[in-house]
């Protein structure tokens, strides 16, 4: 069967004085229409510049943490769901270092703030007009493909969090907050899953149904994060992986997991090293060019890590993310 994926990533990012590193707007209030007043000029050039890059930007609103915006854009296929998102992450750097101002991309900024990096898709036919995920007739709406294309995201996500969450700073995001994710879980508009499934459009138009890859951290490579999901996500239709329950509540503290106690995610860089070793299907679809190259870059990230812990000097660890 032939199926295209529609997607495209959700980037939070903090914006702080180049000088100061200060944020540019106070607070913990999302969504608080007062913060982007504040940074009105910034926005205005964002709004101006990113159409331009070829990014059809749909909202910017103000996030939980102080500083914090969130820039979501129209979805689309092939390669350049990747190319999109990393020309979204490096023209914000751009924009925001041409006025004076640092965009951090950091997954975990402060104690408790952190940003992340969703990955919103759908299935759709070649032709991209026949929707292949939605059923009106199922009670969450989720078509068989799709279900076993959600199994597949829950069966690897332990092994997918290496690559959703690449350095050891994006580990740390992690459980920081309810809605982010610390088990393979799925529910309808739970966002304390690690996959979340949007209502059921209540026009049974499935144009604003999707699935939403909550694992992520805003430091992901936007390439790895499309790669690992639809490797995963193939692997469960072609396997006809069954799709366990939907987790009703807070995913975090429900217990036990309701398809399978082991399924916690990974906590540190050597237990997502471990879990993306053990699954042959990740492996296989990475290639083992990458694999080699990548397990090895993670393992100098740890000894680099041990070091400066030992020291006291964690300005390298800072300066890495910072750039990623």
């Not at 007009?129 to 294309?149: A, K, M």
């Not at 366990?244 to 540190?268: E, K």
């Not at 080699?292 to 030992?310: D, G, I, N, S, V």
Request: hydrophobic residues 35%.
């Amino acid at each position: 069967m032939a199926l295209s994926i529609l997607a495209a990533h959700e980037f939070e990012f903090v914006v702080e004085d180049e000088k100061d590193r200060m944020p540019i707007f106070d607070g913990m209030n999302c969504g608080y229409l007062m913060n982007i007043s504040r940074a009105e000029l910034l926005v205005q050039q964002f709004a101006r510049d990113l159409p331009q890059m070829g990014l059809n930007v749909e909202t910017l609103e103000s996030e939980a943490g102080a500083g914090q915006l969130e820039i979501t854009y129209r979805p689309t296929t092939g390669l350049t769901i990747g190319d999109n998102g990393y020309t979204l992450k490096t023209s914000i750097k751009e924009i925001c270092q041409r006025q004076g101002y640092v965009a951090s991309f950091r997954s975990k900024h402060s104690k408790d703030c952190t940003s992340s990096s969703h990955f919103c898709h759908s299935l759709w036919d070649s032709s991209n007009t026949t929707s292949l995920l939605y059923d009106p007739q199922h009670p969450q709406r989720l078509s068989t493909l799709g279900q076993h294309w959600l199994a597949g995201l829950i069966r690897h996500a332990p092994a997918l969090t290496l690559l959703m969450c690449p350095t050891i700073n994006c580990i740390h995001r992690l459980g920081t907050t309810v809605v982010t994710p610390t088990t393979a879980s799925w529910g309808v508009d739970n966002r304390s899953c690690a996959f979340r499934l949007s209502q059921p459009p209540k026009d049974n138009n499935p144009d604003s149904f999707f699935i939403e890859n909550r694992m992520g951290g805003a430091g992901s490579n936007p390439y790895l994060t499309m790669a690992a999901t639809i490797a995963a996500g193939i692997d469960g239709i072609r396997n006809q992986i069954p799709l366990p329950a939907p987790v009703q509540g807070m995913a975090s503290t429900t217990a036990p997991c309701p398809h399978d106690t082991n399924q916690n995610l990974p906590r540190t860089m050597q237990e997502c090293l471990d879990a993306f070793q053990a699954d042959d299907v990740i492996l296989d679809a990475m290639g083992p060019e990458f694999v080699q190259c990548f397990t090895a870059l993670k393992e100098e990230e740890m000894r680099l890590h041990q070091k400066a812990a030992e020291n006291g000097d964690h300005s390298w660890h800072y300066s890495f993310v910072e750039h990623v």
